[in-house]
């Protein structure tokens, strides 16, 4: 009796034995608690690193109150980011984006065949239209198109001669590498052939120069002309320049603010985080806010 109670003590410690290494060699084998990259990856959760670094715009000033506004929501919802916006003119953004000086060019109009030979893509993000505008005290209200490229190209130069008062007209327009200039001559059929008073590098100062003078005419960007004072944006055909004919196309005067970017030169991983979201529908209140016509569906 004495050896059967022995024996079945004896199977029992093997096997509690037996137990316990089992457990150990399972227990050698689980990731360390203390151990987060390797619990993340078992867990199939890793956390998403966070956008830091910077994002350089470079390019059209008409473009610049729309960028800015969305440079400055990217940076508040992210707060590694910094996102610069410059201006310089439609040729620098182009320019930009083919030396690599800039992560994203800004262009309002598109881009030409030779540039697109350089491997230069141009993605819309918004509609921009192109008003025309007179001092407040001009009773010129609207113009033809027709109207408008006569009086650029010096056929008409007195504002009696389309309904107003006696007085040469003073022709303000952009500098040469103007995406608004480039836009304004492709759609009235004016290229090379305007004769300006005065031709001026920022849509600030064409403002500027049409308030200070009641004889004069000039163009600029909706989106700045919309909060702008001392100045008349006149109709077009009878049209008003305004977000919702731009997108219904029935403003004739109007262009697209375009981002430029090379084929083949990859983003940065912050660039182009803001490139994917400013040309998605979650940022066309704030393209609208900003006077332009969002694209985005």
């Not at 993000?125 to 033809?144: E, F, R, S």
């Not at 200070?212 to 109709?235: D, F, H, Q």
């Not at 731009?246 to 912050?270: A, H, N």
């Amino acid at each position: 009796m004495k050896k059967i109670i022995a024996m079945m003590m004896a199977l029992a410690m093997t096997a509690s034995l037996a137990a316990c290494g089992g457990n150990g060699g399972e227990e050698s084998q689980t990731p360390a608690s203390n151990d987060p990259a390797t619990s993340e990856s078992v867990a199939g959760t890793e956390t998403p690193t966070e956008l830091s670094g910077t994002v350089l715009c470079v390019g059209s000033t008409s473009m610049e109150e729309v960028m800015k506004t969305l440079a400055e929501q990217f940076g508040n919802d992210n707060d590694g980011v910094t996102v610069n916006v410059e201006g310089g003119g439609s040729g620098a953004g182009v320019e930009a984006a083919l030396n690599g000086t800039a992560d994203l060019g800004l262009a309002s109009r598109a881009l030409k065949d030779e540039e697109k030979s350089q491997g230069l893509v141009e993605t819309e993000l918004a509609l921009d239209g192109i008003a025309i505008i007179v001092h407040p005290d001009n009773p010129v209200a609207n113009l033809t198109v027709e109207q408008i490229a006569q009086i650029y190209t010096g056929e008409i130069s007195n504002w009696s001669e389309v309904g107003g008062s006696d007085g040469e007209i003073a022709r303000i327009g952009r500098e040469a590498s103007s995406g608004t200039r480039d836009g304004f001559e492709s759609i009235t059929g004016t290229d090379g052939a305007c004769q300006y008073t005065e031709e001026l590098t920022s849509t600030g100062t064409v403002i500027e120069a049409v308030r200070n003078n009641p004889n004069a005419i000039g163009y600029a960007s909706l989106s700045a002309v919309a909060e702008a004072e001392g100045v008349k944006a006149i109709t077009v055909g009878g049209v008003e320049c305004s977000e919702a004919t731009v997108l219904d196309g029935t403003y004739e005067i109007q262009r697209p603010f375009m981002l430029i970017t090379k084929e083949g030169t990859e983003l940065s991983d912050v660039a182009q985080a803001f490139f994917d979201w400013i040309t998605s529908p979650a940022a066309n209140d704030l393209i609208a806010g900003a006077g332009a016509v969002p694209v985005a569906e």
